[in-house]
């Protein structure tokens, strides 16, 4: 019993020594990056456009996006409380996005056009290879890799169809 | 009743043939004063506690041979018979305590609403002292409660055994006290542990598990009961100053360019006598400027304990204490790169609040074998904070009252019993105007039913109404046994429910979050518990003492904030949604070593927290707690370091994921503090260095919330 009160201390100390806990960002094998260009055409009054998001979701076709988002299917950016993708006006803009590596099958860029945060959202671009907007193209997204040109396209008077089921 | 009758007879009988014993308890070995010893008149329910300076004095005990026993934790328990004489003069007792290394008997308690040896009592108690409180320099109770083995905070809320988790300071499922009297605010239902003047703390109880059946609402998982510092006999002045300062951040990243952050504070109480008048009082400050950005803040606090002996019988109490803070607010980071930064949106966020309470408390001595005593409490809290563009503010009052009996009528039955009313008033912007109350009533018997078996039983019966909820009652029940097979083991087990009514701000808060409406849903119901408990307490060798426990509770309607469809529209709203069960088990050792010159002091806790609505494990639950504790003395000097681990956090609200960035990003945490010191008694004068997170482990206890990196602090504390 005595050695317990010189022995697990010593333990504690080495332990704890080692061990620095967090860092500003964790280098992982287990997260991957992809980046690319939004341009926006046809900005609307300014009323209409309360946020703007990209969003890029696990499972197509979603239900709804910010469930998605809140079940936590989909990766909301920049997150949700902090400022809002892009300023009214703003022709266009870079991003780069680091997530859990896997196939994302939807990245879209979403406008919230009402006050209600959790139900007034619609998609106002998509990434997009082709120009048959009912099917967007996945986003592959390699662990330790930067998969770049994920340009997206955004059209306030022309956005593609929501998807949702 | 006729029983009744005769203890009063008796005791009025006796008032003419009364006399006095007082005195001073020091230790054995250096002849200094022993503050904090219990001494105990017995055979009754008579006791005092020695002072600053190890005075003590119990009066108007009846003529003929007495005995005192007198103890405090880390010596020998003394018993000694003195003559009363019917002359009325009094007896002066001196008695010297000879340190030894444990003894278990010696913690006294008050988890059954009157002080008993923590041996007696059938649910695990932990105590922390004011010594262990000051050596830690800890700053606010939140600090000091941090140690003690089976509890973790997530931010400023409170978790035993798995009880709790984060409930963004709404309600509490551990319940506060000061000196017996619940202390939560009106509008919220949280603990405020900022309102307690912490160098007026004499000792901190907490009851782990549920305990309604003597508290009621909120003691779903424990009871935390701040006790402070009695009266002293003799006039004196305290100042206590300490400062120091925030390390640098461990990454080039984390460096806001704030530079040296500092934290100072003052604090300077005054206690005197004046024939029947004692009175304590105390004034602090306290301004630190925060490790992160607009993460400030500002304390002022005012604390006035008068007690008056109206006659030998009978004494009035009464504290008045006042808060004022002003404090930046940092809710989350802006990201693990800018860990100490939080939103643009958040910088210029702001809150200010103003608390005071007051607390009265009338004892009458019936008999030696019959006290009363009667409690009243207000307390407002005030607060307005400034959020992005909006503000908000409430205004809420709560008002208690409470009278208790302790009753031993008999050889073997030690009855408490009482009756309680509350009303609560709030005005706020986000909670409109609300009104509520209660009324209580419980009893307990504690049975002697063999010399080595006590059986307490006991219940109380709550109804409990709060503006336009449909008004609630509740009865809890409670069973608990304690067996003593011999010199130093004690097996105990118990059985207790608990509840928690819904508070204002859950059930009618209206606003918008982070751009979601935050809907009121008027038909919240209680939450409940069953706690069951088994445990052995163990000396061995005179040396150590060991503590198992096992332990289960299963909760039902806990209450969480969820989003909900109203008219095709999703918002937020709180809701009785959650099952859970909480299973563990509890092993603390305690060592002495070295004569009792050093002691050491470990807790681990296991906790199995099973959501049983979707058979997850609950949010904000650590599986593994394991806290460790070695201080020494040799001569003056003194040093210790404290060690806490607890695991890794594996659930959390998915949906903040939405809202701030890196919220997956958390680790287990391993955090050493170190502290050394000197006391010059003949000065005198102390001096404590503390170093708290000595190796600058970097951790969040809430998700978004970098805990502070390696603090440097001194303490100076002189009296005059």
Redesign the interface.
């Known amino acids: ?2 050695r ?2 010189y022995v ?2 010593i333990l ?2 080495i ?3 080692c ?8 280098v992982s094998a287990t997260t991957g990056t992809f980046a690319g260009l939004i341009t926006f055409h046809n900005w609307q009054v300014a009323d209409s456009v ?2 703007m998001r990209l969003i890029a979701f696990r499972v197509f076709p979603p239900t709804n996006i ?2 998605e ?4 299917r989909a990766i ?1 950016y ?6 809002q993708l892009a300023r009214r006006g703003d022709d266009s803009m870079v991003y780069e996005l680091t997530v859990a590596p896997g196939t994302y099958p939807y990245v879209v860029i979403a406008q ?1 056009y009402g ?5 007034d959202w619609r998609p106002v671009g998509q990434y997009d290879l082709d120009t048959n907007y009912t099917i967007p193209s996945p986003v592959q997204v390699t662990a330790g890799a930067v998969t770049s040109g994920i340009d997206i396209s955004v059209d306030f008077a022309h956005p593609p169809p929501p998807p949702f089921e | 009743m006729k029983t009744f009758i005769t203890g009063v007879l008796l005791a009025l009988s006796l008032t003419a043939h009364a006399g006095t014993i007082r005195g001073r308890v020091s230790h054995a070995a250096t002849g200094e004063p022993l503050p904090g010893v219990n001494v105990t008149l017995r055979g009754t329910l008579r006791g005092v506690v020695t002072d600053e300076h190890g005075i003590f004095q119990i009066v108007n005990i009846p003529a003929g041979d007495r005995a005192l026993t007198f103890s405090i934790i880390g010596f020998e328990r003394q018993t000694r018979t003195v003559t009363l004489l019917d002359d009325g003069n009094p007896v002066q007792l001196d008695v010297s305590l000879t340190p030894v290394a444990i003894q278990t008997p010696d913690v006294i308690v008050t988890a059954n609403k009157r002080e008993q040896s923590l041996q007696e009592v059938p649910v695990s108690v932990a105590v922390m002292d004011a010594s262990r409180i000051s050596l830690r320099n800890s700053v606010t109770l939140d600090d000091a409660i941090r140690y003690i083995p089976g509890v973790n905070m997530t931010e400023f809320q409170v978790n035993i055994r798995g009880s709790s988790g984060y409930s963004r300071g709404a309600g509490s499922r551990v319940l506060m006290l000061v000196d017996g009297i619940p202390l939560l605010t009106g509008d919220t239902g949280e603990l405020n542990f900022e309102t307690i003047p912490i160098g007026q703390v004499e000792r901190i109880e907490v009851v782990k598990g549920a305990n309604s059946a003597l508290y009621g609402s909120s003691a779903l998982g424990g009871v935390i009961n701040v006790l402070t510092r009695p009266i002293g006999e003799l006039s004196e002045t305290k100042v206590r100053a300490f400062g120091g300062f925030y390390d640098s951040p ?2 080039r ?2 460096d806001w360019k704030g530079g040296t952050r500092f934290l100072d504070g003052l604090a300077v109480s005054h206690t005197d006598r004046f024939d029947k008048l004692g009175l304590v009082v105390h004034g602090s400050r306290v301004a630190d400027d925060g490790y992160r950005q607009n993460d400030f803040r500002r304390r002022y606090n005012g604390f006035l304990k008068l007690k008056y002996d109206l006659t030998a019988y009978n004494s009035l109490t009464t504290t008045f204490n006042i808060l004022h803070q002003r404090r930046g607010s940092f809710l989350y980071w ?1 990201d ?2 800018n ?1 100490l930064v939080p ?3 958040q910088q210029g966020d702001r809150v200010q609040s103003t608390r005071f309470f007051w607390a009265g408390q009338y004892n009458h001595v019936v008999s030696q074998d019959f006290i009363v005593n009667g409690k009243a409490l207000w307390f407002r809290n005030r607060w307005e904070d400034t959020i992005d563009t909006l503000s908000n503010n409430s205004r809420s009052d709560v008002m208690r009252t409470e009278v208790q009996s302790t009753w031993a009528p008999v050889q073997g039955h030690v009855l408490t019993f009482g009756a309680e009313g509350s009303l609560e008033r709030v005005d706020a912007d986000l909670f409109g105007r609300r009104t509520g109350g209660g009324v209580a009533m419980y009893l307990q018997d504690e049975l002697a039913l063999h010399e080595r078996i006590k059986v307490t039983l006991g219940a109380r019966y709550d109804f409990h109404d709060l503006d336009s909820l449909s008004s609630n009652s509740q009865l809890n029940p409670k069973i608990g046994l304690v067996y003593t097979p011999g010199e130093g083991t004690a097996i105990r087990a118990s059985f207790g429910r608990g509840f928690r009514a819904p508070s204002s701000a859950e059930a009618f808060i209206t606003t918008y979050a ?4 935050i809907i009121p849903n008027p038909s919240l119901r209680p939450e409940r518990s069953y706690s069951y408990e088994i445990g052995v307490a163990q000396t ?1 060798g005179g ?2 003492l060991v503590d198992v426990a096992l332990f289960h509770s299963d909760y039902d309607n806990l209450i969480e904030p969820l ?1 909900v469809t109203v008219q ?4 937020g709203q709180f809701n009785n949604v959650t099952r859970a069960r909480v299973q563990g088990i509890e092993i603390g ?1 305690k ?1 002495g ?1 070295f004569e009792g010159k ?1 002691i ?1 002091d ?1 807790g681990y806790t296991y906790v199995n927290p099973t959501d049983r609505t979707d058979n997850g494990v609950l949010k904000y639950r650590p599986r593994h707690l394991l806290y ?1 504790s ?1 201080m020494g003395r040799a001569g003056v000097f003194h040093a210790g ?1 404290d ?1 806490r ?1 607890i695991s890794r956090i594996e659930r959390i609200d ?2 903040f ?5 890196d ?1 997956e ?3 287990p945490v ?3 503090d170190l502290r050394c010191g000197v006391d010059l008694h003949g000065v005198p004068l102390t001096a404590i260095f503390n170093i708290r997170n000595v ?6 206890e809430l998700i978004g919330n ?1 805990a502070p990196p390696r603090t440097y602090v001194l303490t100076i504390e002189t009296r005059l």
């Open positions: 019993m005595r317990l009160a697990l201390p504690v100390l332990v704890t020594g061990d620095k806990g967090l860092e500003p960002k964790q309360y946020d910010l469930e988002v809140l079940q936590g909301v920049p997150p949700l409380g902090s400022t919230q006050p209600n945060i959790l139900a | 461990s990454y990243q984390w802006k693990l790169r860990a939103p643009d949106v982070g751009g979601i409406e061995v040396f150590a989003f095709s529209q999703l918002k050792t060592l070593l050093m050491f470990a460790v070695l370091a060690f681990y998915e949906e994921t939405a809202f701030v960035n919220a990003e958390r680790v391993y955090v050493t190796f600058q482990y970097n951790y969040v970098l």
